[in-house]
């Protein structure tokens, strides 16, 4: 019918070429990217046109190996290449907040092996502070959970370590333990999360604010 689009036109709409969308962002250049109250610095990898061809986005690396994407819409909001407005930014956020920082872990457990498929050190924590038990399983997100008084503590920590243990038996891993009264300025800071009803990892507290 005159005048409506059929699905043969919506199949051969152009896209944007890639000479129209400029990079904001270039390979190889060092970005500081903000999260809550975190600044992660950063490496482009490379960019591409998303599929609608309205934007850019930006594949980055951490120093640690870490991904993460990023768009257009993101540069000056959440990503900056200048590290004073990066900060401005993130000190900003951190007033919305209600944060923990993992210093003085008390009846800390730590334990590690290496991953045989890129030899990546692999890490789970236990151990108790402020009146919470800090739990950092191997791939998840680190948590401290809140309890009240010493039969929900010892319950938390029966559960966090159950989870630990039981992949080491399921995947029969050589690990080396590290067991110790305390330890001080672990140098991370948690975000409270309403969802989880804990403090968790910042990347955590952004989707589950």
């Known amino acids: 019918m005159k005048g409506q689009i059929s699905l043969f036109d919506l199949i051969n709409e152009p896209v944007a070429k890639t000479e129209e969308l400029p990079e904001l962002l270039c390979k190889g250049e060092s970005i500081y990217k903000v999260t809550l109250g975190e600044i992660d610095k950063m490496t482009v990898d490379g960019s591409f046109i998303v599929r609608d061809g309205n934007c850019r986005g930006y594949h980055l690396t951490r120093d640690d190996g870490l991904h993460n994407v990023v768009h257009d819409r993101d540069i ?29 872990v008390t009846e800390y457990r730590r334990w590690e092996y290496t991953r045989e498929i890129d030899k990546y050190l692999m890490v789970a924590e236990i151990g108790t502070i402020e009146n919470c038990v800090y739990f950092h399983d191997w791939y998840c997100y680190r948590f401290a959970i809140p309890f009240r008084g010493e039969k929900e503590k010892e319950k938390i920590i029966k559960e966090s370590l159950d989870k630990i243990l039981n992949s080491f038996n399921s995947k029969n891993i050589s690990y080396k333990e590290i067991q110790t009264e305390s330890v001080t300025n672990l140098g991370i800071r948690l975000y409270w999360s309403n969802t989880g009803k804990s403090f968790a990892d910042y990347r955590y507290t952004k989707n589950n604010p």
């Open 76 to 104: 000056g909001n959440s990503v900056f290449k200048e590290i004073d407005t990066a900060k401005k930014i993130a000190e900003k956020n951190l007033s919305n907040y209600k944060t923990i920082l993992l210093d003085n």
